[in-house]
């Protein structure tokens, strides 16, 4: 009996459940990668910048913009989903442009042209917009890239990690770079997390 009891105890002690942690900061789990806390002030702080670009956010006509992840490259050591930092920096642009910029969703083109199928064919009507002769097309497309270089030393076992992610508006008939910045974080410790 008193063998069932401690096991008990320690199943309970396993399974606190889970707590709810404010995505801003740093959390009880860290290592030197890109954390959650990094994502959303790095994508805070490329829409303040991006906004302030009288290209893409002072025209009078707004500028039609692609921002997700398909020119988005990953050259680090860490795993990561970048679809994290380009969708929340499309919906905080969004947001915040209150219109100055467009967003085309090109990443759901196959789904659009299948409704467009669709009303041409007289399966469905033709909706309350209206049709148009195509999709939208682009001026600019967020393109990017994360780096990073690690470093270990063999007497303490320290571990040190930089991680740069740089981030490019490219104009799409030009081939200009109209906006750029980048973000780097720099981080050490005698143990890093595993990222999935």
Do not use: C
């Given at each position: ?106 990443q759901n083109a196959a789904m ?85």
């Amino acid at each position: 009996m008193l063998v069932l009891a401690v096991a008990s105890a320690h199943a309970r002690d396993r399974n606190q459940g889970a707590t709810d942690i404010d995505p801003t900061q740093k959390g009880p789990v860290s290592g030197l990668g890109i954390e959650g806390q990094d994502i959303t002030s790095m994508a805070d702080r490329m829409v303040r910048d991006m906004l302030g670009n009288a290209t893409l956010a002072g025209r009078s006509k707004p500028p039609r913009i692609i921002v997700d992840s398909a020119y988005f490259t990953n050259e680090s050591t860490q795993r990561i989903n970048k679809n994290l930092i380009t969708d929340r920096l499309r919906v905080g642009l969004n947001r915040a442009s209150q219109g100055r910029m467009v967003f085309i969703a090109r990443q759901n083109a196959a789904m659009i042209e299948e409704e467009r199928a669709l009303k041409r064919e007289g399966v469905t009507d033709v909706g309350t917009t209206g049709m148009t002769r195509a999709q939208a097309g682009a001026d600019y497309r967020l393109t990017g890239n994360i780096a990073s270089t690690d470093a270990r030393d063999p007497k303490t076992g320290q571990m040190q990690r930089f991680t740069q992610i740089v981030f490019e508006m490219v104009d799409l008939e030009s081939g200009i770079i109209e906006w750029s910045n980048s973000y780097e974080i720099a981080r050490t410790a005698t143990d890093d997390v595993i990222y999935r």
